[in-house]
């Protein structure tokens, strides 16, 4: 009789047998729901497929994504685009590259004219930058051939760029991705009656400024830069850097000594800046000896006006501090001695890269994964950076916002942490890295509370979703906790892998999945949390 009733009753199933008719199984074999169209675009966009996940490396994750990508542009390509330029506008995705790849299957490959020429229309917008427009180029040639749409979208980049950032695309990204401009240009056909933009365009084909009025801004960052190219010394570069306002990008490699070092901390923006300070230190410019420097520096990465500009994302700061706090480079030989106030400033500059974050005032319990799926794989390709150092380090944003939250961990059964919010994020994420073992059960949050009655408001789970190792679903458990509770608890997801799962049912309203490192993710969390959405 019991195995019977068992058999029939919905809420007694086991992770690894369906619950209702609207779950998929995941890659670890659990059932969980798949991710809306919005949803898994968003997280593609935010999180990449770069470093693979437990389940699949990174080639066959990449195909999923792809594969999902070409059904989705075949199918809804409107969606796509509203769902990319909303990313982008909102600064909220680490990396360009997912939305280029997107744009150039909404703009090769749509089934209707007027999507294509949407895609490419937004091309400005998205590849703001020369490095960015020669990786959708890239793209877009694997893509098909260089069609009189290909060919105008192209142009109207180079007829409508600020002549100014124009000419700091010629001497600073002259090329990437085996494309050069002087590529683009020939198969693009720019036309402008403008002197000084046709004098860029010029520049960028053969590398001949012509004889104009050379104080024009534009054409004296060309002036400069072939000045520098004649450089001999790491000083004459930096006097010309300085003068003509020139990036490190536009001098040549064998005088980019100390001082042209100095020069660029004026002259290049702050993206270069948090991916050059191990350099800095390496040449001796950023040093213990020199707290004129430090500060300059922390006054740049951690002031939040400046990260706002710059456009720097969460992710951007954590990478920078990740690397810089270990004294040497992922690649190459190089060592520097990090000096402990630019630590302390990258990880302020990682919390305030998320922007104003309020709090809800409700009473949080933040759940993070430590199970084995969790140790493997990088989060948006940052080297090192695996999923459940993500969640340590993601969680510590609201831990320290929230006045009422506490962090367990959990695989298969709870785990204490011991993390608190005067963790820093290195503390945070060796605690989370200690206890990072063993079989997956994304309900056990619920469970434990219900156990422990402990009054919990907000369960918010990070978690790459590839539970399977419960005796009861999350949605399930989260239910029983209720009715134990007297209390309407809403449940967050945390999403930290770009897969199309998560344990979130998306026709509740108590239930919301957003993904990790979006920096839209804590004002979204915090309405949700508040019941403003």
Known sequence: MKNLLNAIT??????????????????????????????????????????????????????????????????????????TLDVVRGGRAPKADPA????????????????????????????????????????????????????????????TADVTRLALW??????????????????????????????????????????????????????????????????DAATLMREYGLPMEAVPTTVRGPEVYRAAMETNGLTWLLRNLGNLGRVGVLTLNDPAVTRAVVNRIANPDVLKRGRIHP???????????????????????????????????????????????????????????????????????????????????????????????????????????????????RKAQASSFGATDCAQPMLWAAREKLAVDTFVVYTDNETWAGTTHPKVALDRYAQQMGIRPRLIVVGLTATGFTIADPDRADMLDVVGFDTAAPGIMTAFARGDV
């Open 10 to 83: 919905r809420t007694s199933r086991p992770q690894t047998e369906r619950l209702d008719a609207h779950q998929v199984v995941n890659n670890a074999g659990g059932f969980v729901y798949a991710l809306p169209d919005e949803g898994r675009l968003t997280r593609f966009l935010v999180l990449g497929t770069d470093g693979g996940t437990f389940y699949a490396t990174e080639r066959p994750h990449t195909l999923q994504a792809t594969a999902f990508l070409n059904e989705l542009v075949q199918r809804d390509a409107a969606l796509a685009l509203r769902v």
């Open 100 to 159: 280029l790849l997107v744009l150039a299957l909404i703009a090769k490959t749509a089934p209707s004219a007027a999507d294509r020429k949407a895609a490419w229309d937004a091309l400005p917008e998205v590849a703001r930058t020369g490095t960015m427009l020669l990786h959708f180029l890239a793209f877009a040639d694997a893509l098909g051939g260089w069609g009189r749409l290909t060919r105008r979208g192209v142009a109207n980049v180079y007829e």
């Open 170 to 235: 010629a001497v600073k990204y002259k090329a990437r991705d085996g494309w050069s401009q002087a590529d683009a240009l020939r198969k693009s056909h720019p036309r402008t009656t403008d002197a000084q933009r046709n004098a860029v365009l010029k520049f960028m084909v053969d590398g001949v400024l012509p004889d104009l009025d050379a104080d024009a801004p534009a054409l004296r960052v060309i002036e400069g830069h072939l000045k520098a190219m004649q450089a001999r010394t790491d000083a």
């Open 315 to 429: 992710l951007d700061a954590l990478k920078a501090r990740l690397v810089y706090a270990q004294g040497r480079g992922v690649k190459g030989s190089g060592t520097w001695t990090p000096v402990p106030r630019i630590v302390d400033a990258l990880e302020e500059a990682f919390t305030l890269a998320f922007g104003n974050v309020q709090a809800a005032g409700t009473r949080h319990l933040l759940a993070l994964d430590v199970s084995g799926s969790m140790t493997c794989g990088q989060v948006a390709g940052v080297p090192g950076l695996t999923p459940n150092m993500a969640a340590a380090a993601m969680s510590m944003v609201a831990l320290r916002t929230e006045p009422a939250a506490f962090t367990m961990g959990f695989a298969n059964q709870f785990r204490a942490l011991g993390i608190t919010p005067r963790d820093t994020l290195d503390s945070a994420m």
